[in-house]
């Protein structure tokens, strides 16, 4: 009885390690494509990502045309300061990703 209780206990132990471990290994591709995270694929066409929408341009040779990572990131943390109509949401300014959150999606972008 008290053997299986220990194994229960270590399995929900171990299933709540492993996710926070996972959380915090989240790479810039995941962060990207998440829904609850960054959700790019709801209007930019990306890489690999399935039924993308067509709202943003598509982010494709992302080191070509934003040369400048500083411009980069501020589009991504608030665009509204470009377009101030912009539907995009100003994921750093709102904190829907963090600042470690942004930097990892941008070393990815940076992959495109
Ligand atoms: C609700 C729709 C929407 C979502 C979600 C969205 N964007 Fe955008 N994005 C836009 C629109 C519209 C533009 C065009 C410029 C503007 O209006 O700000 C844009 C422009 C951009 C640009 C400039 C592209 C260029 O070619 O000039 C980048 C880079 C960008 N988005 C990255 C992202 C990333 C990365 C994510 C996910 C973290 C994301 N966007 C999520 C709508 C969105």
């Given at each position: 009885m008290h053997k299986k209780l220990l194994i229960i206990i270590s399995i929900t132990l171990l299933t709540l390690m492993s996710n926070l471990l996972f959380a915090n290994d989240m790479d810039g591709k995941k962060?990207?494509?998440?829904?609850?995270?960054?959700?790019?694929?709801?209007?930019?066409?990306?890489?690999?990502?399935?039924?993308?929408?067509?709202?943003?341009?598509?982010?494709?040779?992302?080191?070509?045309?934003?040369?400048?990572r500083e411009a980069l990131k501020a589009q991504i943390w608030d665009a509204t300061t470009k377009n101030s109509i912009s539907i995009m949401p100003?994921?750093?300014?709102?904190?829907?990703?963090?600042?470690?959150?942004?930097?990892?999606?941008?070393?990815?972008?940076?992959?495109?």
């Open positions: 962060i990207a494509f998440d829904r609850k995270k960054g959700n790019c694929l709801a209007c930019h066409v990306m890489d690999d990502g399935d039924m993308a929408g067509n709202i943003g341009p598509p982010l494709i040779v992302m080191k070509a045309r934003f040369p400048d100003p994921f750093g300014k709102h904190q829907i990703l963090s600042d470690a959150e942004i930097e990892k999606l941008l070393d990815y972008l940076y992959t495109l």
